[in-house]
């Protein structure tokens, strides 16, 4: 039986809780009417000579006819007065409205939550999700920010358990976020010159700039998200066990979140002045419709050490596009790139997709056919190749045609379907544009658990080095979050006056990117 001492000056809410908590084997014990720190204390002090309590919980409510105010001074005096003789005890604060100056003053105290649902099983929940650890700090931190049309939510998870209410503020016509959609709808850090590319000038000032809007409009009520990584950094000592992850929620069936072009990913830390994709790794999420739009999510996995199947795309020529021909170029880093997989990875197989060779149907039926003793389930599929998003957002992966000079273009929503059927739980796009948001769309529509693209247009060269660094880690057994995170530490440090190491973009639905 575990012991959960009830700090509340409503008695028949006392009693709702012991008859409910009986069923997940908690006493829950009060002295009901008591809510001063003097007396709370003695009594805790006194129940500690029958056997230690697992937990408290103060009710920060007003009783009938007190002001909440007070109510909530009451709980801070009890909270205050029982740390320093409850150490390693689960402290959990009860509030219907949460205010942002309650949870404010919750983060400073370890192993401490706060509570927005009173329900017997939630109060069990987040009573027995300490017990594991004995007193050991958390090993890993995650951030959750909603991003809604109208409104952003926080919400902050240790080893997996809430511990901190969700925040929600309104932000309905955020007048930044807005100037930043249509800012990088179409921008690219790159310049078609002739038969050359450059840098666009003032690359870095530009990410920049747009990451400190980001950090402004994400804490604009509160210091939000620093103050959220503060107290992550105090649970788990190290910010690279801090997983900051970007929800797009939809607003409806028929709609998308209007911020998708927002690149949430460069947060900016002005404190540290730098990006926080630097110190900790960050992650988007498409909430899709469950009724009308997502499939079901297919399984995700801890490691990702299984079958790698490289699909080499060996395409360049022209092809009319709605709005106009494109040209796409000969790459040079193909066989680099699939070079460094296979010193990361001795069991990787590669599908090279040549002129003449009926690359769509080769595709098509390698992802789709069934797995045998010959033919082994696809755990990561990494995409090299052109790739482009045309005019009316749609994304094409590019694949050579049937002579010299000509291209196929496939749709993702295609490859999509087909990365479903090889039940893929990894999909890497080397590829320009390939993280444009009708594309992770799409794949998360399929219900693929991660994909990592490049949301501008790259550098072979250097996109070949980033991948290689990520099969590197991955091959070792790093979580996603970490391997991720440490290619793009690697390309940063090699390449550091390109904006390659902003580009790469994490996209997961599930919560298995976390483990460490």
Known sequence: MIRLL????DAKWVEYLQIGLEAFDIEAECAPGLRSAGQMVDSFRSALKIEPFAGVLISAL????????????????????????????????????PSERLSSIASRFPN??????????AVAAHLKSASPHQGAGPRTARIELQVGAANIRTEIILDGQPVIVPSSRDWSGRYKLSQLEDRFLN????????????YTDDWLGVLKAAGEDISYETEYAGKTVSDAISYCLDQVGTHDRIHVRFSLMSPGAAATNPFVHVPFELLYDPGKKDFVRGLAPIARRDCLNPDSRTATALPNIERLTGHTLFVKSDASGGYEFPGGERMFNPLQALGEEFG?????????????????GNALTQLQEKLTSAPSAKSRTLQIIHFAGHSIRVGDGTVYLILPGTVDGEVLPLRMSEFAAWCRQARTQLVILSSCESSAPESVFRLSQAGIPAVIGFRWEVIDLEAAFFTGQLHAELAKGSSLALAFHAALRAVRIAYPKTPTFVSPMLVVQDEEWTII
């Open 187 to 198: 921008w690219s850090p790159l310049k078609h010159e002739r038969d050359e590319l450059r």
């Open 112 to 121: 401490t939550a706060i509570l927005a649902n009173d329900a017997p099983e």
């Open 340 to 356: 460094a997989l296979t010193r990361s990875r001795a069991d990787a197989e590669e599908l090279a997709l040549t002129v003449g």
């Open 62 to 97: 007003a009783a009938p006819g007190q002001n909440p105010s007070d109510a909530l001074l009451e709980a801070v005096d009890v909270l205050d007065a029982l740390r320093p003789i409850a150490n390693g005890v689960r402290v959990l604060l009860w509030s219907a409205y």
């Open 6 to 9: 009830v700090v509340s000056p």
